[in-house]
């Protein structure tokens, strides 16, 4: 069974930074594109990062491009996201999530592609 367990979440002042962890269960880890979504109340789900087995290929959406980090361990099965220079509109909730099996080194962007997620983890920034 396929278990993903986002860790890390919480409430930041604007400007400040969180790091937001994933563990991987029941997966082969190594080649498995994952990918960080995020949900504000109201929206659709948005990509946020995906980053493909190998890290070879990563892409960012657009609002969050030099601020956020994404990276992976596949020694150990986890996956992080760096949040630095936070701002209000980054408050969702963050999404860990992985591809169905092996669909090579790619990285797509579309939540409809993302077989498994995780619970969520609220991420809250004030002004």
């Known amino acids: 069974q396929v278990q993903l367990v986002e860790s890390g979440g919480g409430l930041v002042q604007a400007g400040g930074s969180l790091r937001l962890s994933c563990a991987a269960f029941g997966l082969t880890f190594n080649n498995r594109t994952m990918g960080w979504f995020r949900q504000a109340p109201g929206k659709d789900h948005e990509m946020v990062a995906t980053i493909s087995p190998t890290g070879g290929s990563i892409y960012y959406t657009i609002s969050v491009k030099g601020r956020f980090t994404v990276s992976r361990d596949n020694a150990k099965n986890t996956m992080s996201l760096q949040m630095n220079s936070l701002k209000p509109e980054d408050t969702a909730v963050y999404y860990c999530?992985?591809?169905?099996?092996?669909?090579?080194?790619?990285?797509?962007?579309?939540?409809?592609?993302?077989?498994?997620w995780g619970q969520g983890t609220q991420v809250t920034v004030s002004s």
């Open positions: 999530t992985a591809r169905g099996t092996d669909y090579g080194d790619d990285a797509p962007g579309s939540p409809t592609q993302y077989t498994y």
